[in-house]
Antibody, heavy 118, light 108 residues
Framework: QVQLVESEGGVVQPGRSVRLSCAAS????????MHWVRQAPGKGLEWVAV????????DYADSVKGRFIISRDNSKNTLYLQMSSLRAEDTALYYC???????????WGQGTLVIVSS | EIVLTQSPGTLSLSPGERATLSCRAS???????FAWYQQKPGQPPRLLIY???TRATGIPDRFRGSGSGTDFTLTITRLESEDFAVYYC?????????FGQGTKVEIK
């Protein structure tokens, strides 16, 4: 069955960096685009970034452009999100999600919490 | 940039009642790239409806999506206890995704 498992987040100081990963299994990872979506505590869903199936194209929300980098290693079935120059407003639960065959996001990880605080 | 506005913010209903959730787009969008998700506390979102009206795998037929252009609706024909949750609409065209702010369906 399809599984997406994010790495542990944690507490990070403002201005510092952290890398999240999302391990995929149960499907041919290299065939699918992947997204990162975040949810601040008690708030709604915010799309963060997308990467094409082959890694050749990426796109970012304006709120993270220039600070976050999405990447993937298809040989390891793993998606990454490198987060730099972190701000308090980046505090959120971060989900990875698969861009399904229909274009809708059909599978989601359980999420990993990143808290930006001194 | 497309903005999705959901209404109402909260819907208080009893099990067995019909729920009607609305989502309005700031400009016309293709129904091919319109979805609804359900999220329960402590869980990730779950895809319910894609292409505005097609149920995702395993979704019961009491969930019905409709609409086009700027106005979309999710109807739950008869609420069951497991349906009390937050629902998000989404436009997923051009690889990005824009979400509405959510409608909470709570037990009256």
């Amino acid at each position: 069955q399809v599984q997406l498992v994010e790495s542990e987040g944690g507490v990070v100081q403002p201005g510092r960096s952290v890398r999240l990963s999302c391990a995929a299994s149960g499907f041919t990872f290299s065939n699918y685009g992947m997204h990162w979506v975040r949810q601040a505590p008690g708030k709604g869903l915010e799309w963060v970034a997308v990467i094409w199936h082959d890694g050749r194209r990426t796109d970012y929300a304006d709120s993270v452009k220039g600070r976050f980098i999405i990447s993937r290693d298809n040989s390891k079935n793993t998606l990454y999100l490198q987060m730099s120059s972190l701000r308090a407003e980046d505090t959120a639960l971060y989900y990875c999600a698969r861009d399904g065959a229909t274009g809708a996001w059909d599978y989601w990880g359980q999420g990993t919490l990143v808290i930006v605080s001194s | 940039e497309i903005v999705l506005t959901q209404s109402p913010g909260t819907l208080s209903l009893s099990p067995g009642e019909r729920a009607t959730l609305s989502c309005r787009a700031s400009q016309s969008v293709s129904s091919t790239y319109f979805a609804w998700y359900q999220q329960k506390p402590g869980q990730p979102p779950r895809l319910l409806i894609y292409s505005a009206s097609t149920r995702a795998t395993g979704i019961p037929d009491r969930f019905r999506g409709s609409g086009s252009g700027t106005d979309f609706t999710l109807t739950i024909t008869r609420l069951e206890s497991e349906d009390f949750a937050v629902y998000y609409c989404q436009h997923y065209g051009s690889s990005r995704g824009t979400f509405g702010q959510g409608t909470k369906v709570e037990i009256k």
